[in-house]
């Protein structure tokens, strides 16, 4: 009913089609997208959370199956399976640090931030240590790889390198934050190999993705969480400082991390292990998002088999075309022009077979030039013809079949079909009801 209030379509329109043109979901789309989103809640919540402790069943402490777990028998055990568990976010209290509330590229341009940095590189102490990481994501195969690699210097010289793999089920992002993690740990494992007696060398994370340096400034993100605690907790033992060094940029320490980065996730590189091996709240995120895409496109594909073969004809409206929940682009139309978009399509609208269909005794059912109304007619009309040379999106001959009609119909956008109305005047004019 709500679709059905929203666009300006006869009662008769099937139901399937207001769905789709109005960009809501269907009633079993929408339960299984509140079932998914529900199950990525039980997934992302903090480890003593009530739900938490609720989603593993109990075990089986005797007789047969002693030692595993029973079958899942409530709802909240049900979708605690349905996604991969991650390591779950640590509830804690917002953290504070030196510049937490400051935008870290300071509104500098990045290649003028680049030349600042490289200059202030050259100017710093070469006993203090710089720590450079960088994430790295590609998909092959239909499979994703995601990967870190980080460099750390003490004035010029590098003093050590490392690379490594993360889950499939994780995004660059947080490569980039388990890299920096790892990163700051290996410096901090050297500080007393490069430490004099009388020396406190400084600490000097640079880092090129400015969404991390905010996470590790301030409160940690859900993804990766357990990465910006442990950064949290070195902050505050040792005297680091962070910078952004603009990636891309000829930065010798940033390069050498992207390189190490790609390296980890080529072909050739070792598998992911420990905690770096555990899915991510961003990815599981993303699997949740393709169940929600795979929903409504099962939907999709079995509503579209009963529609008609006019409405399936149209390339939109096929079943390997996806079915997305959002506003489609011809809801911006003006009210008048939006019903006879969607009337041509579903063919339910002021056209002969409809009204002989549904025996309308006092319908008009030709157009002033004789022919049957239709919705190819629209181009047809020898009367919108004689304005063929003003028509948007002109093809190079003129509509005189049906096929060639719905060809040209249906590579308009929204707003060329105001246009060509505009310009034909068809339906104020000549097609009148």
Request: charge should be positive; hydrophobic fraction near 35%.
């Amino acid at each position: 009913m709500a679709a059905r209030g929203v666009l300006p379509v006869f009662r008769t329109t099937p139901i399937a089609t207001l769905y789709r043109d109005a960009g809501l979901p269907s009633a079993m789309v929408a339960l299984e997208e509140a079932k998914i989103r529900f199950a990525t809640r039980l997934q992302v919540v903090d480890e003593k959370h009530p739900l938490a402790s609720r989603i593993a069943p109990p075990m089986i402490t005797r007789g047969r199956g002693a030692g595993t777990r029973q079958r899942s028998k409530s709802k909240v055990q049900r979708l605690g399976a349905l996604l991969p568990a991650v390591n779950r976010p640590t509830l804690a209290i917002p953290h504070y640090s030196e510049g937490c509330g400051t935008d870290p590229t300071e509104g500098v341009d990045k290649k003028s931030a680049a030349q600042a940095f490289k200059k202030w590189w050259r100017s710093q102490p070469s006993t203090d240590l710089y720590v450079f990481s960088d994430g790295s994501e590609r998909s092959l195969d239909n499979s994703r790889q995601v990967g870190y690699g980080f460099i750390v210097y003490q004035g010029n010289k590098q003093l050590a390198s490392f690379s490594a793999a993360l889950s499939p089920m994780s995004h660059v992002f947080d490569a980039e934050a388990v890299g920096a993690c790892r990163a700051l740990e290996c410096a901090v494992k050297l500080l007393p190999c490069v430490t004099e007696d009388s020396s406190n060398p400084q600490i000097w994370l640079c880092l090129d993705n400015t969404s991390v340096i905010w996470g590790i400034r301030g409160s940690a993100a859900a993804s990766s969480n357990w990465a910006y605690n442990r950064c949290h907790e070195l902050l505050r033992q040792h005297n680091v400082g962070l910078k952004w060094a603009p990636g891309h940029m000829g930065i010798e320490g940033n390069e050498e991390a992207d390189r190490l980065a790609k390296r980890a996730v080529s072909s050739t590189a070792a598998p992911a292990y420990g905690l770096e091996a555990t899915p991510t709240v961003s990815g599981v995120r993303t699997v949740a998002k393709q169940l929600s895409q795979e929903a409504r496109q099962k939907w999709w594909s079995g509503a579209c088999g009963k529609l008609s073969d006019w409405y399936r004809g149209w390339s939109f409206s096929r079943p390997t075309v996806e079915y997305q929940v959002k506003a489609p682009p011809e809801l911006t139309m003006p009210r008048h022009a939006l019903h006879r978009w969607l009337a041509l399509r579903s063919s339910h609208g002021d056209f002969s077979w409809y009204h002989r269909r549904f025996q309308h005794a006092d319908a008009r059912l030709t157009c002033v030039c004789g022919h049957n109304k239709s919705p190819e007619h629209l181009v047809l009309c020898r009367h919108s013809q004689r304005h063929f040379l003003h028509w948007p999106k002109r093809p190079a001959a003129r509509p005189h079949n049906r096929a060639t009609a719905v060809a040209y119909l249906g590579s308009l956008t929204p707003t060329d079909f105001v246009e060509l109305l505009d310009r034909t005047q068809f339906y104020t004019r000549y097609c009148t009801r």
